[in-house]
């Protein structure tokens, strides 16, 4: 230490100076012995001063590291008692996760904000007056959150929020607006279930309980946000199947898949209201209610048909399948009637990796407890093609017979055609134009409000929309 070193050197500086002083006996000696004995004096009480100040600092220096470690040492028993090895990021949708992936939360949004033209001849409202024929303006067509996951390593789920109305407006036994039933303008729950795999007979399948989509229509089936057009056909909502509330037993493999399920009800052209949507054990439409579907995959893979585009450079493919359902209802979905309905529906979906064709078939015959049965029935012809990576063509043709009085207002006869623009991988922008044959009555029209479309008056054709849908998807 300097300290030690000046102390040392002072006492022999000193003895020296004295041995001076003693022998030299002179008073010149004795008084610069004296002055140098001043100087090492002045010089020790600096460097005392100085050492006393390097030493406080260094103290407190310690002092500071001290507390930092008690504080690392606490956060790191505070973390040790939270799961460890937790991930969290964006893998298709933002995600939360425990290491070893037993349990996972995914969270997904669908934004569809549109701008929509439409214009019919010599409309009227219900009280017989004139309304403007043409219209036009913006929309939130849908603004989706989707909480998805797996928990205790064997158990999913999924919770589907959305802003609006869940479906259209709709006839019923008498003509009722489904907006109001749900809510327009609130947040209300579309899908929300529960699915664990289960083995039977050494064969694995998986169970689903909670309100989802029964499997019957395919265009239905497809999500929101994998359409080929800004909508899906009025085929779709004429025959609109709704959420259902009840259980489901699935099947996958390499060549095909199946779902049979056991709900509340489907909805049907018998009741257009909302299948068994929000429906609970004592206020359930029908008396019974089943649903099948089968799925053939001859090429291809299972993911490329989850949506109704085939991007360039994704593999093509082929599918097919048939659905079927069977349900009696009860007095109080549709007043004293309770009819029976059976239903069948097939499609094929064919994917050339640029371009892509659909083709879809639906049968029902409704069979009252009085009077004659009808038989309802439709089709509709898809397709787009790629003229660049991400710039798409379109066009589509439904058809339907409601099978029932009233003239050309009860045949559905309207093509669209349109294009898509991909400007991401999550954002995309679809313009359309859509062109009615015949009369579109209510039938027809009052299901397709949501959709951009107006029931005609009289026997008017001719109706038009223009629609315009920027869509953002995570």
């Not at 600096?46 to 103290?59: D, H, I, P, S, Y």
């Not at 048939?322 to 009637?337: C, E, I, R, S």
């Not at 009819?339 to 078939?361: C, E, I, K, M, R």
Request: glycine fraction near 12%; aromatic fraction near 14%.
């Amino acid at each position: 230490m300097r300290l030690n070193k000046t102390v040392g050197l002072l006492a022999g500086t000193t003895a020296l100076t004295l041995g001076g002083f003693c022998y030299g006996n002179t008073d010149e000696a004795n008084t610069s012995a004296l002055s140098q004995i001043a100087e090492l004096k002045a010089e020790l009480a600096a460097m005392k001063a100085q050492q006393g100040e390097e030493w406080l600092t260094e103290q407190r220096a310690a002092d500071i590291r001290g507390i930092v470690q008690d504080v690392l040492a606490d956060a790191e028993t505070r973390t040790s008692l939270q799961s460890s090895g937790a991930t969290a990021g964006y893998d298709n949708g933002f995600f939360i996760s425990s290491a070893d992936g037993n349990f996972r939360l995914n969270m997904n949004g669908l934004v569809q904000f549109q701008w929509i033209l439409n214009s019919t001849k010599d409309r009227e409202d219900a009280n017989g007056d004139a309304v403007p024929d043409t219209r036009w303006g913006f929309g939130v067509r849908r603004a989706r959150m989707d909480f998805s996951g797996v928990f205790a390593q064997d158990w999913k789920f999924m919770l589907q929020l959305q802003y609006g109305s869940i479906q259209n407006q709709a006839p019923g036994p008498e003509i009722r607006a489904v907006d109001t039933i749900l809510g327009t303008g609130n947040v209300n729950v579309a899908e929300a279930w529960v699915e664990r795999d289960v083995d039977l007979g050494g064969t694995s399948f998986s169970l689903r309980g909670g309100q989802f989509k029964a499997p019957f229509m395919r265009e239905w089936l497809v999500d929101d946000g994998d359409q080929l057009a800004v909508d899906r056909s009025l085929l779709n909502y004429y025959f609109y199947q709704g959420y259902s509330v009840g259980l489901q037993l699935g099947y996958n493999s390499d060549m095909f898949r199946a779902a049979v399920a056991y709900t509340n009800g489907l909805g049907t052209p018998a009741d257009f209201a909302t299948g068994s949507y929000n429906s609970s054990w004592n206020s359930n439409p029908t008396q019974y209610s089943f649903a099948g579907r089968l799925d053939f995959k001859f090429s291809g893979n299972w993911a490329d048909f989850d949506n109704f585009n085939s991007r360039p450079g994704t593999e093509g493919g082929l599918m097919a399948g048939v659905a079927a359902l069977y349900q009696k209802y009860n007095g109080t979905a549709v007043g004293a009637d309770t009819p029976t309905v059976t239903g069948v529906t097939g499609d094929v979906t064919w994917n050339f990796g640029g371009a892509s064709l659909f083709a879809s078939f639906v049968w029902e015959n409704i069979d009252p407890v009085s009077g004659s049965s009808r038989n309802p029935w439709g089709f509709m012809v898809q397709g787009g093609y790629f003229l660049t990576d991400d710039f798409e063509i379109f066009g589509r043709y439904s058809y339907a017979n409601a099978d029932t009085t009233g003239g050309d207002s009860t045949k559905l006869s309207l093509i669209t055609v349109g294009v898509n623009y991909f400007m991401s991988a999550n954002a995309k922008f679809t313009a359309d134009f859509g062109y009615s044959l015949n009369t579109l009555g209510e039938l027809y029209a009052l299901q397709g409000t949501g959709a951009g479309w107006n029931a005609d008056t009289g026997n008017n054709d001719g109706q038009y929309a223009i629609r315009t849908q920027l869509q953002l998807t995570f």
